[in-house]
């Protein structure tokens, strides 16, 4: 349970302190959902700068340059590769078609081994289920709303992607995990995070006067971006119907329904959590991977196994 948020002002209304605001104090609430790290990516005199460290949010300065009207950040909680090595956080930065871009994701995938098998991907020593998503954006050398389809299509869990390029297109790829979106339309200001809830809180710390805003809404397989001066466009993916039945799109803002009531075993999940401690897993590691969706006897051969 990871927390992307950001800022869009491609109506250059705030000023660089007033956004240096606005990201400090929504990545701080952000923190709910993971404080194992933070990190931003944003664009400076034409070049992708990614800074993140393996720290929480309210420790990391947020210090963009004036001139930056766009920014991605993510706030994690660790499921796979030690936080404190860095290059496992995220925006974890690619390179496509000559465009360098900055990658965040929310969620678990299950099937990244087997997508580096299939593909023939090259070995990384970034230890993440999300990187998976770098590697095949790279594998396609482009990047645009098809290549980020394809992606989609291709990978197997829970998921939320942003993808932050070198020319301030902000991409959103909304599988079935939440994500909330308000669009100020007279200012020229979009604001995001995981959760309505997250970002209602940050708005109420906030001390500016602001309209009211507008809630975004698209649904999951949707594949949205946003350029630098607020134009959007959508295309759709294919979504893994399996997955669509557990975490409807109606539920929250772009929510999803699944809570922490499995209705399995409590024995069973006992167990579960005995037998991940010798695998180096946590028991919140195992709540963690339930409460995304995978069932317990898929956990049981993962310890062993290696692979979901």
Not at 17 to 35: D, F, M, P, W
Not at 154 to 175: A, H, P, R, S, W
Not at 198 to 221: D, N, Q, T, V, W
Request: proline residues 5%; charged residues 25%; aromatic residues 12%.
């Amino acid at each position: 349970m990871c927390c992307l948020f950001g800022l869009i002002d491609y109506g250059n209304y705030f000023t660089g302190k007033q956004r240096n605001r606005i990201l400090s104090v929504l990545a701080k609430e952000c923190e709910v959902r993971g404080t194992d790290a933070t990190g931003i990516a944003y664009n400076e005199n034409g070049k992708l700068r990614i800074y993140k460290r393996p720290l929480p949010a309210h420790l990391l300065p947020m210090k963009i340059p004036a001139s930056v009207k766009v920014v991605m950040g993510h706030t994690r909680m660790t499921t796979q590769g030690s936080a404190k090595r860095n290059r496992n956080n995220h925006p974890f930065p690619g390179k496509a078609g000559g465009i360098s871009f900055a990658l965040a994701h929310n969620g678990v995938i299950y099937n990244d081994l087997m997508l580096r098998r299939e593909k023939k991907l090259p070995h990384t020593k970034i230890q993440t289920d999300s990187y998976i998503g770098v590697q095949l954006i790279e594998q396609k050398n482009t990047l645009d709303l098809n290549s980020l389809k394809d992606m989609a299509e291709q990978v197997k869990g829970t998921f939320v992607f942003t993808v932050l390029d070198e020319k301030d297109n902000v991409y959103f790829i909304k599988g079935n995990n939440p994500l909330c979106m308000y669009h100020y339309p007279k200012m020229g200001v979009i604001l995001y995070a995981s959760t309505e809830e997250i970002l209602k809180s940050a708005l109420r710390k906030l001390p500016f006067c602001m309209e009211r805003p507008k809630r975004m809404e698209f649904s999951y397989g949707d594949v949205l971006k946003i350029d630098g001066n607020g134009r959007m466009e959508t295309i759709t993916f294919q979504t893994d119907m399996f997955l669509q039945e557990w975490y409807p799109a109606s539920m929250g803002c772009w929510g999803y329904g699944m809570g922490t009531d499995y209705g399995m075993d409590n024995s069973y999940i006992e167990d579960l959590k005995s037998l991940a401690g010798n695998f180096g897993y946590s028991p919140e590691d195992v709540d963690t991977l339930l409460g995304e969706g995978f069932l317990p006897e898929e956990l049981e051969a993962f310890f062993y196994c290696g692979e979901l």
